[in-house]
């Protein structure tokens, strides 16, 4: 397992949906030069709300972006939002681009690689809160995951406390080689209905969020 930080976020209202992502990717840039931000984070993929293609049912156009971020410990977690360099470089550009600070939606995960293959340049994402309280996600396979299409499969648990309104237990990531090839796995259904059935058991999919992105920027 490793340590990631996942975001789930929604552009400021004043960027158009088209016009979030290079604004994300100008933000990014600001931390690429942030020494500590260089040291505590191994990689970034933002993924930014597929606009190109009909909209899948059951699938959020309430937020524009998932952020991947890879950490080198879990301590990075806690300790990049008290680094002065971030603060003050990166923080005052947030409202620019988000509509809150990023603190405030981002989550903390232990990664599970189920099927370790390429991630292919998108990907579908289920924010998952668990059916009951105290009702664990936990011992999560690549069969309870699998769907037919997708190649590489991610499980990532979430292992510190949210933020408000993010009470997800767990994000699954599905890839797939492109819009298209999502397109023709999903065959236009409800992500809900792809679910194993011992994993829809589990979750409240109701309150659940699904959203089909695209990957707009990474680095390395």
């Known amino acids: 397992m490793s340590a990631k930080m996942i975001y789930l976020a929604r552009r400021n209202p004043a960027l ?15 931390g690429a030069g942030c020494t500590n931000v ?17 909209a899948l049912p059951g699938t959020t156009t ?8 890879r ?4 301590d990075c977690a806690s300790a990049i939002w008290s680094d002065p360099e971030t603060l003050a470089i990166m923080r005052p550009d947030e409202p620019r681009v988000f509509s809150t600070y990023v603190r405030e939606f981002t989550l903390v995960c232990e990664e599970t690689v189920l099927r370790d293959l390429p991630r292919g340049a998108c990907c579908l994402f ?6 009951a309280p105290g009702l664990g996600l936990e011992g999560i396979g690549p069969d309870l995951l699998d769907r037919p299409g997708a190649r590489r499969l991610v499980w990532n648990a979430v292992c510190e406390a949210p933020p408000p309104g993010y009470d ?6 599905w890839w797939f080689d492109d819009v298209d090839a ?26 659940s969020v699904f959203v089909l992105t695209q990957v707009t920027h990474s680095r390395p």
């Open 38 to 54: 260089r040291d505590k984070v191994l990689s970034v993929t933002q993924c930014s709300r597929v606009l190109d293609a009909p």
């Open 182 to 207: 999502a397109g023709r796995a999903l065959a236009g259904a409800d992500p809900r209905v792809g679910l194993a059935p011992a994993l829809a058991a589990r979750i409240d999919a109701a309150r």
């Open 168 to 173: 997800y237990a767990a994000i699954a990531e």
């Open 71 to 74: 950490l080198r410990d879990r």
């Open 126 to 131: 289920g924010f998952l809160r668990s059916a």
């Open 62 to 69: 309430d937020y524009d972006g998932v952020n991947l971020l």
């Open 16 to 30: 158009t949906a088209a016009q979030f992502p290079q604004a994300w990717r100008e933000h990014s840039a600001l």
